[in-house]
């Protein structure tokens, strides 16, 4: 009997279809046009994030916050980055919580950084931790604690952020030649 072998089909028809099935034209085909490679058409992608957004994808409101920081209009991005936590977005809290540790877009307040940093870290976002222990190691909204920070470093590592395992390990460095 002879197996039936279907072609590969090409991104472009894949992405053309996703297109017309999808009613509400959400932001993943959007987010093909940003991260894969495909021929830019930022203003097509951009418009694909807003619409998506505006239908209550939240994580489409956090992508375009993050564009709107990395582009400098801070009010707008902190608008978008507020609208996704709210909507429970963790990456948007923790980009939001991000704002806030820096004063970027608003007044710096560390303390509210560190609520939003947990609120994320506590849903299993691991950049999340990863900022959360920085603001234990450094001191910054909460009391200095590098056995805390170190907790929140490997939890980090052990999701897969490369920064969460370089801090990890600089803490054990650390810790290891402070003793006798």
């Known amino acids: 009997m002879k197996r039936r072998t279907c072609r590969p089909a090409s991104r472009s028809r894949n992405l053309y279809w996703y297109g017309q099935a999808s009613e509400l034209r959400n932001a993943k085909i959007g987010q093909e046009y940003f991260d894969k490679g495909i021929a830019i058409d930022a203003e097509k992608a951009m418009a694909m994030h807003v619409q998506a957004c505006d239908r209550n994808d939240f994580m489409a409101c956090a992508t375009l916050g993050n564009i709107y920081a990395v582009a400098k209009r801070y009010g707008k991005a ?39 940093y947990q609120k994320a870290c506590d849903g299993g976002e691991v950049r999340g931790c990863y900022n959360l222990g920085g603001s234990y190691f450094e001191g910054h909204g909460v009391a200095k604690d590098d056995v805390k920070a170190a907790q929140l470093a490997k939890m980090a590592c052990d999701g897969g952020d490369p920064g969460g395992c370089a801090r990890y390990w600089d803490i054990r460095s650390k810790k290891s030649r402070r003793r006798p």
């Open 78 to 116: 902190i608008q978008l980055l507020q609208r996704a936590c709210d909507g429970g977005n963790l990456v948007g809290c923790g980009n939001l919580g991000y704002a806030y540790d820096t004063g970027r877009g608003v007044a710096k307040d560390e303390a509210k950084a560190v609520a939003l």
